[in-house]
């Protein structure tokens, strides 16, 4: 207890929060427990963030709180990220839970999902994380997409690679991309079908950049007309064919 006292005036009692060293020493360990389970579980499977940002966490029930559609596009792009650099095929079947940062706007999602492996016809639980760069925009990136404790065949455990997604479109060519058969690839429908990734990001590309509706978007309304892909530049039919 500190008394301050000034000129005519009356004494002002302060108590100023004086802690034991067992208190002190208790306080580093609970510190120290609470670190390891967040590095321990990567932030998928605690909210413990009494020393870091907190985590708000949501569990996922097809009949009573089912997933929105901007976490379902996340985890969907997390499984992308994982088909494309282990060139496999597996498919969202539900999300189970997710933590979402609260310090900011624009914030990280730690994504548990079950998988389809239609390869196996085998469900797999999955974990994958996506964090919004800007809020509004359409800037992400995914730092974590894997099968929970699955290896690989030779044993070794799956590596673990960036992917970034820039939002910034590029400037539409003046000329009619659709004609201009040397330069551009016109996509089939049958090939929409099978590469669902393209919908996949464009319906990714609405649902960041229009968040005045919440995280719910409905998106079925949402047509693709035409898809062409741009190749190297105007060369021969042939060889585009092999640049894009």
């Known amino acids: 207890m500190i008394s301050l006292e000034g000129d005519g005036q009356t004494t002002m009692p302060i108590a100023l929060p004086i802690q034991s060293k067992e208190a002190l020493d208790n306080n580093f360990r609970q510190r120290s427990k609470c670190m390891k389970r967040v590095k321990k579980y990567e932030g998928f499977d605690t909210t413990d963030a009494r020393y870091g940002p907190e985590l708000q966490k949501?569990?996922?029930d097809e009949r009573w709180s089912p997933c929105c559609t901007l976490v379902r596009l996340y985890a969907r792009m997390g499984l992308h990220r994982y088909n494309l650099l282990q060139g496999k095929n597996l498919q969202l079947n539900r999300?189970?839970?997710?933590n979402m940062s609260?310090?900011?706007?624009?914030?990280n999602y730690y994504i548990t999902l079950v998988a389809m492996d239609p390869a196996r016809s085998k469900l797999l639980n999955f974990q994958t994380k996506v964090g919004e760069e800007r809020f509004g925009k359409f800037i992400l990136t995914s730092d974590i997409a894997r099968p929970r404790g699955e290896n690989t065949e030779d044993g070794s455990l799956i590596t673990e690679h960036y992917f970034y997604v820039k939002g910034s479109l590029p400037t539409c060519p003046p000329e009619d991309l659709f004609q201009n058969s040397n330069r551009f690839y016109v996509v089939e429908e049958?090939?929409?079908?099978v590469n669902d990734w393209i919908r996949l990001y464009l319906e990714l590309a609405v649902a960041t950049t229009h968040r005045s509706t919440g995280r719910n978007h409905d998106l079925s309304g949402l047509k693709i007309m035409k898809v062409a892909i741009d190749t190297?530049?105007?060369?021969?039919?042939?060889?585009s064919q092999q640049c894009h």
């Open 190 to 193: 049958s090939e929409l079908q």
């Open 95 to 98: 999300v189970k839970k997710y």
């Open 58 to 60: 949501s569990i996922c």
């Open 102 to 107: 609260t310090h900011s706007a624009a914030c």
């Open 232 to 239: 190297c530049e105007d060369v021969p039919n042939e060889a």
